[in-house]
């Protein structure tokens, strides 16, 4: 498959929202203070479409083939990751729920929250070409390109073939992840 990548725009808040959702589950659930994918999806699609925040377009890459959206990646230097997550600590203060979020990046690396693709195209080069982009971008910038899997995610497989490394475990929203990065030099 011919796979172009770009950057994100505003305009593509109602395709990467449910996207974004549906590869962070819980973890959506709990910075958008929802307790359903419906609810979350349209709240990070608010998100989106603003600035300053984890979510926001402007951290974000849209993978394209055959003239549609096919895919999201979401990431940002983590040394801005607490500032990043400030909107989302206000979000659910307004809700009147506890304003903690976790950390999930860290100073020294570029984290990627988010790699999704639409069902018809996994399996056809779409999350690799989104993450040859991301690696590409952390090479730029000379950072390790590190992310969080759940236990049994399935896409750990792309991650290994993709040159990741377990690097430790983190705890979020009550399951269990592990940290994976490739360094910038990884081939």
């Not at 926001?56 to 895919?71: K, M």
């Not at 982009?133 to 991650?159: I, K, M, S």
């Amino acid at each position: 498959m011919n796979v172009s990548i770009r950057p994100a725009q505003t305009f593509d808040a109602a395709f990467a929202a449910p996207l974004i959702q549906e590869a962070t589950r819980r973890v959506g659930q709990h910075l958008t203070g929802t307790t359903n994918d419906e609810d979350a999806a349209h709240v990070i699609a608010e998100f989106f479409v603003g600035r300053g925040n984890r979510l926001s377009f402007t951290h974000a890459l849209i993978a394209e083939g055959g003239g549609r959206p096919l895919g999201v990646a979401v990431l940002y230097p983590g040394e801005f990751a607490e500032a990043l997550d400030h909107p989302f600590r206000e979000h659910r203060r307004l809700l009147g729920l506890d304003p903690a979020i976790p950390t999930e990046a860290r100073a020294g690396e570029l984290y990627l929250d988010t790699l999704a693709t639409v069902a018809e195209a996994r399996g056809r080069g779409v999350g690799t070409a989104l993450l040859g982009a991301c690696a590409e971008r952390a090479r730029f910038l000379g950072l390790p390109l590190t992310l969080l899997v759940e236990d049994g995610n399935p896409a750990a497989r792309l991650y290994a073939r993709s040159g990741f490394v377990p690097v430790g475990r983190q705890d979020l929203a009550g399951h269990a992840y592990t940290r994976l990065a490739r360094h910038p030099d990884a081939g």
